[in-house]
């Protein structure tokens, strides 16, 4: 099923069309401007371009982790919790739909959300991948690396705000792998790649994926360093990272969080890293003219308490999308 009546050759196959969106209404004006009220479904033949949605239900990388399932109902919950939020100017929002992992056949879905990002990416629009299990990144990952700005941009950095590396050397694919697996996949392309990860937790992180972060020349913060009164480092660690690449795949699992803030996730942190730090790397990243795709994973809305992850990550979501300044051609 296709999610675009354009002819331009940008369609975005999708396995679940768009539903209508709704939300509160306070009036008609745009002083009462929704998202419910600027999301359209996507038309690669539109004149005006900003960002599209693009679901990706998927728990299929958490099960074969041995993690707690439940977060490919996560697109639907990501929506739900957008759906209301104000906003301050009309923008050009699209919802494509949803890539949807059945009968465990995670590796077939990737490739079908990779083609979806390529075409969101080939037709000017950010594509806003809502997860689902971390393992959207890898298929984030290839719809980057496929599309035409990485042709002639070849440098790119993934920055990962997360508790784990997920660099796991397992011979089946995973949420535990994404990394690695998009790593080995541009070592074999001779492609740089350039991955960074900020919110690391020691405890759930084995001394075998230090190494490996290591081998991989992984630049990374830990969890302990990223408080609100750190920011100076932290903004020297995005600052190194931003220079060194053309192109940025921003990828946000949700487990940074402490559990406080995002209890709905299979792992909760214990420790976390604060949502105002998060914040502010999303609304940094988002306007260095360099942000090419985003995705959010891990939303487990069976877990979350008063929809509060779910909330949260429409907030950094609602963030990327009004500050977003588009990579010039």
Known sequence: MTATDGSDGAEI??????????????????????????VRPYDASASETGCVLIGFASDEGVRRNLGRVGAAAGPDALRASLA???????????????????????????????????????????????????????GTYLGVAASRPRRTRPRLG???????????????????TPFRQALEAERAAGTPLRYAVLGISEPSNTPALFAAAATHDVHHLLDEDCTPANLTKIDTFLDAFVSAVDLIHLTIDLDVLPAAVAPGVSAPAAYGVPLETIHHVCARITTTGKLIAVDVAELNPSLDVDNRTARTAARLIHTV?????APTC
């Open 84 to 138: 209301s939020m104000a906003l301050a100017a009309p923008l050009p929002i699209e919802d494509a739909g949803t890539v949807a992992v059945t009968d465990g056949d995670l590796e077939s879905g990737q490739q079908r959300l990779a083609r979806a990002v390529t075409a969101a990416i080939d037709s000017a629009r950010l594509p806003v991948v809502l997860g689902g299990g971390h393992e959207v990144a890898y």
């Open 158 to 176: 993934i920055l990962n705000l997360d508790a784990h590396f997920d660099l796991r050397a397992d011979p089946v694919p995973s949420s535990g």
């Open 13 to 38: 196959v999708v396995d679940v069309p768009p539903a209508p969106w709704t939300g509160r209404i306070d009036g008609d004006g745009p002083e009462h401007l929704r998202w419910h009220g600027a």
């Open 321 to 325: 999308v009004t500050r977003h300044i």
